[in-house]
């Protein structure tokens, strides 16, 4: 009985991808939906200088895992090797949509108009006409969803004039983040000698990315509807469908990229992004992805702490007041540590010898630091709770004068 409903399953999803437009979907038959994804087996773990590092049978050419909460690296395999990142280019093309919403500078709601560059465009697409109108919000669907290229270029044109103009748009905040081995010729992922990125710096941007949580309504939808029900939507990344936790957030297949994806997902606060790129097949990168993944999540936690109880007050020199109070606020997302070891974390506060006025509320005077074991695994800063004013000779003169006063 469960195997024919399962069959079932995988025969309706199948005739919902041929019933959508024909070219609609990024792959062919292996993105139909298919809950037996195969996981890379992991061999063992090996002891390295900062931490655990999984040794994994991975089926890709390039890989790697960090933890969302700090982008701290946890796994790499030929993480800098340049390689075509095929549609996983769109999520920088997202970023940069979702920028442009946060600032204003387009809305949801937005009507826009497709232009003959981009209905002609070529690739996964959902089949925009010269002239038809869709709102930004169901532009967006299509390009987290379906990975449509023309939906990205009518996006991209609206956003930056031309699909040129956004490119150089994409480039710059490459740079931006430090992406050092990425340059892109296209916002929609085509093969391109030009067009080139690394598992690091998709990783960067995976991250840059998510700091929108806006932006997980799209990626995490597993089917939808365009034109009144008339086109339907598949997600090409079936994780978000079969993983626990999948937050997104983006595949990719080209002839020069082979199988890509950029994986993210969020257990108990931890927060994950897997990368491979240039796997053989669909279920290989799937089944690299979650290796990935599972490896992350069974070896490390999100913990959050709290700051230390002494933090001052700190001397202050030439100011209007002798010492100054001390606040630290701990990351946000907590700090990641490995598993069971909650117990052995411990803080250090360390402080500038002596600082002088005059001094703004929220200034840097320390650090501190957070060890697992007497290892370093995070820091933040120590700032100054109030400003100090410098002493001068005219508020000297009046703080003398007010003492005289109260005596008298």
């Known amino acids: 009985m469960k195997g024919s409903k399962r069959r079932a399953a995988a025969l309706a999803a199948g005739l919902l991808l041929m019933m959508a437009p024909a070219g609609a979907a990024e792959t062919a038959w292996e993105e139909i939906p298919n809950a037996n994804i195969p996981a890379a087996v992991i061999a063992r773990e090996v002891a390295e200088a900062g931490g655990m590092q999984a040794e994994l ?11 969302q909460n700090t982008g701290t690296v ?44 981009a209905a002609g465009f070529g690739g996964s697409q959902i089949w925009l006409k010269p002239g038809e109108e869709m709102t930004v919000e169901e532009l967006l669907k299509a390009v987290a969803v379906q990975s449509a290229n023309d939906a990205t270029v009518c996006l991209a044109e609206y956003v930056a004039g031309s699909e040129t103009a956004f490119v150089q748009q994409m480039n710059q905040k490459a740079a931006e983040l430090g992406m050092e081995n990425t340059h892109f010729a296209c916002c929609a992922g085509l093969d391109n000698e030009e067009h080139y990125s690394t598992a690091r710096d998709i990783a960067v941007m995976s991250r840059a990315l998510l700091q929108y949580p806006g932006i997980t309504e799209y990626t995490t939808i597993w089917m939808d509807t365009l034109r009144g029900g008339a086109t339907s939507l598949v997600n090409t990344n079936r994780l978000v469908r079969f993983y626990q936790g999948a937050t997104g957030l983006k595949t990719g297949t080209t002839n020069g990229a082979g199988c890509c994806l950029s994986a993210s997902a969020t257990r108990d606060g931890l927060g994950l992004i897997a990368v491979v790129l240039g796997a053989a097949n669909s279920n290989d990168r799937f089944a690299a992805a979650r290796a990935l993944l599972d490896w992350g999540f069974a070896n490390y936690a999100a913990v959050t702490i709290a700051p230390p109880e002494t933090l001052g007050p700190l001397t202050v020199t030439h100011g209007t007041e002798p010492v100054v109070e001390l606040t630290a606020q701990p990351p946000a997302g907590g700090i990641v540590i490995p598993k069971g070891q909650r117990d052995a974390v411990s803080q250090t506060v360390t402080l500038t010898e002596q600082v002088q006025a005059p001094l703004a509320a929220g200034t840097e005077v320390g650090t501190v630091t957070v060890t697992v074991d007497g290892e370093a ?32």
């Not at 109030?386 to 005596?407: E, H, K, Y």
Request: glycine fraction near 6%.
């Open 57 to 67: 049978s991975l089926p890709v050419k390039s890989a790697i895992l960090i933890d």
């Open 74 to 117: 946890r796994y790499e395999k030929n993480a800098d090797q340049p390689l075509p990142p095929a549609s996983i280019t769109k999520i920088m093309s997202l970023l940069l949509f979702m920028e442009a919403l946060e600032s204003g500078k387009i809305g949801l709601q937005d009507t826009v108009t497709c232009s003959e560059v």
């Open 377 to 408: 695994v995070a820091s933040y800063p120590v700032v100054t709770a109030a400003p100090v004013q410098r002493m001068t000779f005219a508020r000297a003169f009046a703080r003398l004068g007010q003492g005289l006063l109260a005596v008298g």
